[in-house]
């Protein structure tokens, strides 16, 4: 698992809130005096006596009382809101709360209320808005009780993970009071309680009632049967989840009369929240009254029912026997698998078959437009192929009157038209903006990135009309969404000095917490590493041979004072790395030495924030650091790295993986002379090697629950790169089936993200140790990957930036970011070496290397 998707444990919705264009930490959301724009960004209150305590987080207020020593764990009550109800909620328990002295938390506002209950919040913690600790089982129920009198029956969404006393909103869960943490089978750290014998072990926090199988359920909590006689006589068997959000589930099934093939889609009220508070069951009711001004036109799902399940909404409408428009092109795209776009039969197929779902797709939308209707939310996972090419369109939640004046709080980012106002009615306009944006993304499916910035869709245009033989009836469709499109004269194409120039222009020198706008790692773990905060930034500039101002420098120097974390990726080591380059070398080997004394009985054996990141800056501080760095390498096939879901249990590649690790050994082969230190690195490759799985197109990928990736941080990039250093090295690791494996898997001209560790830029820097390896001659696939970056950027004041994590937000960091792809970028040009402590030779694109061929 990619260090990267580790962060998806929290919340990051709520790293969206403080800034549209870049993540922030939503502590620094305006709270005492709203802006105009967001008014629900203003804090509840509360008043608390004098001697009370509390602490605010980015989601959480915490009160305590005098000397509180509650206990580490046990039955606490979780009380559910709704924005109508929540000021009353709130002052209903603080005020039990603050009588009885039971220390309590709150969400911090009424936005971030939305955000936590919103449509794709994580449906283990949805629907919590008060938290009361109870110290035993005596005050807690007597302030259930208490609180039943006061606010029972209240709305309030139900929350999956707890046991729901009587009618709500109160509800009860087994779980942690304080903050203790453990690994879970993943290798992500979560919260934790304490087993009998003190083993901390995983807090589970699924949506659905999950008891440790030591504690004993008090009589008074009745966990409520699910209605199975409810279930069996609603007429449908529920045969299989399709799909899970907050708001719901949808459920392929079967009518019990007669066998019919149906869908059955689920809402929860007061629940799946979008930016105006309207709830699940609101918009259900919503696409009901749309499916039936609809019926009988072509590719709208027959509607067949609707009823009611244990205070859930479902309507009921004819399965399509058809895959999402989002998975027909993951399959057929020939972009997404080496060849392209050389296979000129493969595009032209591609070509013929796309259009013709756009002349289908145009005809069921001009026909909606007939019936007086607009659809509002057309997107690749909402539009239907089957196998003859017949299209559907379903999700009919935000359908609506053309001119009606509906407030729209969701849309799906890239095919969503930008709204001036809240007030602004629904037109056809809406849905031609999304058959637009769907014109576009059939060929370059990356259109995010048009959300941020709309003028780049010419060189977007560019490239598939540059790939694809696309007729001017296309160009028109696109054109109707984002206007005009220029000449290719008019093109802007990207250039390290671009990227730089927005570099220097993001930097904020006046905060504490970071230097330039990047990635949630910054916010989760600190925002001076190097993966994802100033010290990567930094080293990327100098690394390019551009000036970095005094003032950056003694920045970085004295935040790293701050840092817990040690490791090269993630803390002191990294930035003694980048305060080296920027000419500190005092304040560096200080660092070092210190991240080296914590790391020298580390159990963590990877390059992102353990043994093998901190050996390779002992050995390329020289002298003693070498010796230190042996010491370091002794016992490390014994350590650890992450956990994941692959065949090996563990992750694979360069950051999380034993590839990193293998890179660290074959250094300390070059540097010491002792080839053992080669054969460990070659067991470490092998580990990951094992992890792979063949792609259709015969590509080596890292498979992990289904899913294969090719990247440098977890993936075969990764692998690629352990292996180009070993090849230097004399040692060939792959045979050649692995190594045209790898490469292929390299080469697909589809790829997301644009970053160094889960992107593009991470492939090109493989592609170029494999040619500097003598491997393989990837030339031609870098020249692929390099122009491909025209389309990533975004125009940032003078200059252009690249999007991070998931296309969402600017990132100027080197894991994610600007910072990394034009530290790319600029090698690929001169030869520089592109990432910490791998130092490269000449430009990739002027040699050929000379190494040992691949073993047969």
Known sequence: MSVLRQARGANLDLF???????????????????????????????????????????????????????????????????????????????????AHGIAFKYLRSELVLLVCGAKYAARGSSGKFVTIYPRDETELFATLDALEDRIGGLDGPSILSDIRWREGPLHVRYGAF??????????????????????????????????????????????????????????????????????????????????????????????????????????????????????????????????????????????????TLQRWVAKRHPGVRAGFPGDRVAVECYARDALEILRRLTGIVDALHGRGWVHGDLHPANVLVDAAGRLSVVDFELAARAGARVPVGLGCPGFARPRRDRDEPVGEHDDHYAVGALALWLFLPIAIVLSADPTRAREHAAWAQEHFALPPEWRDLVERAYGPLSSPAALVRVTPTALVRAIRASCTPDRSDRLFPGDVLQYLENGRQFAAGAAGVLWSLRRMGERVPQTWIDWLSRAASDVGEAGLLDGRTGIAVALAA??????????????????????????????????????????????????????????????????????????????????????????????????????????????????????????????????????????????????????????????????????????????????????????????????????????MHVRAFDAYAITYRDGFAMLGRGLSRVSMDYATGTAGVAAVLSSVQTGRGAFPLLDAGAPVMARRGTAPRARE
């Open 582 to 783: 920027c000419g500190r070398a005092d304040r560096a080997i200080s660092l070092l030495d210190s991240a080296a004394e914590e790391l020298s009985a580390s159990t963590d054996a990877t390059l992102y924030s353990g043994r093998a990141g901190i050996g390779l800056a002992l050995l390329d501080a020289g002298g003693a650091g070498r010796e230190r760095a042996v010491l370091l390498a002794e016992g490390i096939l014994d350590a650890r790295v992450p956990a994941a879901a692959t065949s090996t249990g563990q992750a694979a590649g360069l950051i999380d993986g034993w590839s990193g690790v293998a890179v660290f050994l074959a250094a300390l082969a070059a540097a010491t002379g002792d080839e053992r230190h080669l054969d460990d690195a070659q067991r470490c490759i092998e580990r990951d090697l094992r992890a792979c799985a063949a792609g259709p197109d015969g590509a080596l990928l890292v498979e992990e629950r289904g899913i294969l990736y090719p990247y440098l941080a977890h993936g075969s990039a990764g692998i690629a790169v352990a292996a180009a250093r070993l090849a230097a090295a004399g040692r060939c690791v792959l045979s050649e089936e692995q190594l045209r494996g790898l490469v292929t898997a390299l080469s697909p001209a589809i790829v997301i993200e644009p970053g160094v560790f889960d992107g593009r830029a991470g492939m090109i820097l493989a592609l170029d140790e494999l040619d500097r390896a003598g491997l393989a001659d990837t030339r031609a696939l870098v020249r």
């Open 16 to 98: 969206l809130l403080a800034d549209p264009l870049h993540f922030d930490d939503p502590l620094r959301l305006p709270t005492a005096s709203p802006d105009a724009t967001n008014p629900r960004a203003r804090e509840y209150e509360i008043a608390l006596p004098e001697a009370w305590a509390s602490a605010t987080g980015r989601e959480w207020r915490t009160a305590f009382p005098p000397s509180w020593e509650g206990p580490a764990q046990g039955w606490k009550i979780h009380v559910a809101a709704i924005p109508g109800t929540a000021q009353r909620v709130l002052d209903v328990a603080a005020a039990h709360c603050v």
């Open 178 to 323: 304080v903050e203790r943490w453990c690994e879970d089978e993943e290798g992500r750290r979560v919260h934790a309680i304490a087993a009998p014998d003190g083993t901390l072990v995983p807090d589970r926090r699924h949506p659905y009632v999950v008891i440790p199988e030591w504690v004993e359920v008090p009589d008074r909590l009745r966990i409520a049967e699910q209605g199975a006689a409810e279930l069996a006589a609603c007429g449908y068997v529920f045969e299989e989840a399709l799909h899970f959000s907050n708001a719901g589930g949808v459920y392929r099934g079967r009518r019990v009369s007669d066998g019919l093939a149906v869908v059955l889609k689920e809402a929860r009220p007061h629940a799946g929240l979008d930016g105006f508070a309207t709830d699940a069951v609101t918009r259900l009711e919503r696409e009901r009254r749309a499916h039936e001004a609809l019926a009988g036109v072509e590719g709208v799902p027959e509607l067949i029912d609707r009823m009611h399940l244990g205070g859930h909404a479902f309507l009921v409408s004819a399965h399509v026997d058809a895959e």
